[in-house]
């Protein structure tokens, strides 16, 4: 196993060596380099990076965020790909229930700060849920967002001091819809109801055909992105 000191390196490097290299190839060298103490992280928008890393690495770990504000049909589809693929789902929670976050901050903390809330119900639970793990797999694509257009394929996550791995950045949806209809992959019910993109239900809307897939997320405010990636 290489030491944690030299992961910088090795995914600077490796960014550069898989840069064409196929989703597969991507998450094989990952599964190779850090065998347990790699995960995927997955919204359950859709279950195509856990899938392809199934494929490498059966049982791979898969870790969920459940901030208490998600859609029903998004536990569901988490519950599915538990049940059904080759995969451990791990859940995360934050320290404080909705309940007990509204008694300290006020209720719709999301309305008001959406940044605190995010990095209390996301950002704080992952960082703590990511300890045991060198690397992690994110479903991250440059053609979702401006911000995202310079996603390195594996990168280094300075703030979480971990190896970031994106295996699908190179694709488009269309990439993305021909695997999923290829291989039967779970999606979220949500995406074939108006839905783009499938965060927390207070802050995710419905999205006109021709609209940006971002546009439902925290629609009407300036924020686009939840902290997890920046």
Same mark, same amino acid.
């Given at each position: 196993?290489?030491?944690t000191?030299?992961?910088?390196?090795?995914? +600077? +490097?490796?960014?550069?060596? &898989?840069?064409?290299?196929?989703?597969?190839?991507?998450?094989?060298?990952?599964?190779? *380099?850090?065998?347990?103490?790699?995960?995927?992280?997955?919204?359950?928008?859709?279950?195509?990076? %856990?899938?392809?890393?199934?494929?490498?690495?059966?049982?791979?770990?898969?870790?969920?965020?459940?901030?208490?504000?998600?859609?029903?049909?998004?536990?569901?589809?988490?519950?599915?790909?538990?049940?059904?693929?080759?995969?451990?789902?791990l859940?995360?929670?934050?320290?404080?229930?909705?309940?007990?976050?509204?008694?300290?901050?006020?209720?719709?903390?999301?309305?008001?700060?959406?940044?605190?809330?995010?990095?209390?119900?996301?950002?704080?639970?992952? +960082?703590?849920?990511?300890?045991?793990?060198?690397?992690?797999?994110?479903? &991250?694509?440059?053609?979702?967002?401006p911000?995202?257009?310079?996603?390195?394929?594996?990168?280094?996550?300075?703030?979480?001091?971990?190896?970031?791995?994106?295996?699908?950045?190179?694709?488009?949806?269309?990439?993305?819809?021909?695997?999923?209809?290829?291989?039967?992959v779970?999606?979220?019910?949500? &995406?074939?109801?108006?839905?783009?993109?499938?965060?927390?239900?207070?802050? *995710?809307?419905?999205?006109?055909?021709?609209?940006?897939?971002? %546009?439902?997320?925290?629609?009407?405010?300036?924020?686009t +992105?939840?902290?997890?990636?920046?």
């Amino acid at each position: 196993m290489t030491a944690t000191t030299d992961l910088p390196h090795l995914a +600077e +490097e490796a960014g550069r060596r &898989l840069e064409d290299a196929s989703a597969l190839d991507i998450l094989g060298w990952a599964a190779d *380099t850090f065998g347990a103490r790699f995960c995927v992280t997955s919204s359950m928008e859709d279950a195509v990076v %856990a899938h392809l890393a199934a494929r490498v690495l059966p049982g791979v770990r898969v870790v969920f965020l459940d901030t208490g504000y998600h859609f029903p049909e998004t536990i569901g589809t988490r519950d599915a790909v538990a049940a059904v693929m080759d995969v451990n789902v791990l859940t995360l929670t934050p320290r404080q229930s909705v309940a007990e976050q509204d008694a300290q901050y006020g209720p719709r903390l999301h309305d008001r700060d959406p940044d605190l809330c995010c990095a209390l119900r996301k950002v704080r639970p992952l +960082e703590e849920g990511l300890a045991g793990f060198d690397a992690w797999a994110t479903g &991250l694509r440059r053609d979702e967002s401006p911000t995202r257009a310079g996603t390195p394929v594996v990168g280094w996550d300075a703030k979480r001091r971990k190896v970031k791995v994106s295996p699908i950045a190179r694709w488009t949806q269309d990439d993305v819809d021909a695997y999923v209809a290829e291989h039967g992959v779970l999606t979220n019910p949500l &995406l074939a109801d108006g839905f783009a993109s499938v965060g927390c239900a207070p802050c *995710t809307r419905r999205v006109p055909a021709g609209e940006d897939p971002r %546009a439902g997320r925290w629609a009407g405010s300036g924020k686009t +992105e939840c902290g997890l990636h920046g």
